[in-house]
C-alpha cells in the first residue's frame, strides 16, 4: 500500500536558523510528489511538484528536492511568517488520488 | 486565493442529521475532489468526480455521497451524522491528465468546518 511519512513532526527554529523537512514515500508508479504549505483552519496551499528524481524547485526561501525514495524542503534563512504545517503528497497509480503524510509543524520565531 | 470556492464555511448541525457541502472549482477545471481532515487522520482522500462522473473512491463512508452537475460544481452529502465526522471537508481541483502533469496539480478551497454536536 503506497504510503508517505514526514519528520520531524514539529521543528522548531530561530528566525535565520535554515532547516531541512523530510517526506518519505513507498507508492508504485510516483507520477508526482506534491508540497502544500497550510495554515491553521484554512485550505492547503500548492507548493510545489516534483515529478522524477534528482529534480529541485525553488520558491522565495523554500526549495524541494526529489530522490527515488524521498523529497526534502529546505527552508534557507525562514522568517516568522514561513510558520505553517507544510504536507507532502504523492500521486501514483491511475487515479488523482492524493496521499498525504501527517506534516510537519514549523514554528520560526524572533 | 486559489479559484476554489466552497460553502458553507461553518457548519454545525446534531447527530442523526444530513448536510450538503458545496464546491465549485477553478474555472476550466474538470475533476473535483473531495478530502476530509481530522485531528486523528490527517488528509484523507474521499471521492474523485470527472467531468460529472464518479474516477475514483478514497475512505469514504456508505453515508457519504457526492455528485458533480453539469457546470462542474460538486456537493457533498452526508448523512446519518455522528460526532466522529466532525471534521474540515476540503474540496480540491484539477485539470487532470494521465502521466506526470502539471494538470494533475490539485488546487484546494478553504474548506467547510462540520462540527455534529
Known amino acids: 500500500e503506497d504510503q508517505v511519512t514526514q519528520s520531524p513532526e514539529a521543528l522548531r527554529l530561530q528566525e535565520g536558523e535554515s532547516s531541512s523537512l523530510n517526506c518519505s514515500y513507498t507508492?508504485?508508479?510516483?507520477?508526482?510528489l506534491f508540497w502544500y504549505r497550510q495554515d491553521p483552519g484554512k485550505g492547503p496551499e500548492f507548493l510545489f511538484t516534483?515529478?522524477?528524481a534528482g529534480e529541485e524547485k525553488e520558491k522565495e526561501r523554500l526549495k524541494a528536492t526529489l530522490t527515488k525514495k524521498e523529497s526534502f524542503l529546505h527552508i534557507t534563512a525562514p522568517k516568522p511568517e514561513d510558520s505553517a504545517t507544510y504536507l507532502c503528497?504523492?500521486?501514483?497509480?491511475?487515479?488523482?488520488?492524493?496521499?498525504f503524510g501527517a506534516g510537519t509543524r514549523l514554528a520560526v520565531h524572533p | 486565493d486559489s479559484g476554489v470556492t466552497q460553502t458553507p464555511k461553518h457548519l454545525i448541525t446534531a447527530t442523526g442529521q444530513r448536510v450538503t457541502l458545496r464546491c465549485s472549482p477553478r474555472?476550466?477545471?474538470?475533476?473535483v475532489y473531495w478530502y476530509q481532515q481530522s485531528l486523528d487522520q490527517g488528509l484523507q482522500f474521499l471521492i474523485q468526480?470527472?467531468?460529472?462522473?464518479?474516477?475514483a473512491k478514497g475512505n469514504i463512508l456508505e453515508r457519504f455521497s457526492a455528485q458533480q452537475f453539469p457546470d462542474l460544481h460538486s456537493e457533498l452529502n452526508l448523512s446519518s451524522l455522528e460526532l466522529g465526522d466532525s471534521a474540515l471537508y476540503f474540496c480540491?481541483?484539477?485539470?487532470?491528465?494521465?502521466?506526470?502533469?502539471?494538470?494533475?496539480?490539485?488546487?484546494f478551497g478553504p474548506g467547510t468546518r462540520l462540527t455534529v454536536l
Open positions: 480540491a481541483s484539477s485539470v487532470e491528465s494521465g502521466g506526470a502533469s502539471s494538470y494533475n496539480e490539485q488546487f
Open positions: 507508492v508504485s508508479g510516483l507520477r508526482g
Open positions: 516534483l515529478y522524477s
Open positions: 503528497a504523492s500521486l501514483s497509480g491511475g487515479y488523482n488520488k492524493l496521499i
Open positions: 474555472s476550466g477545471d474538470l475533476s
Open positions: 468526480y470527472y467531468n460529472g462522473e464518479e474516477r
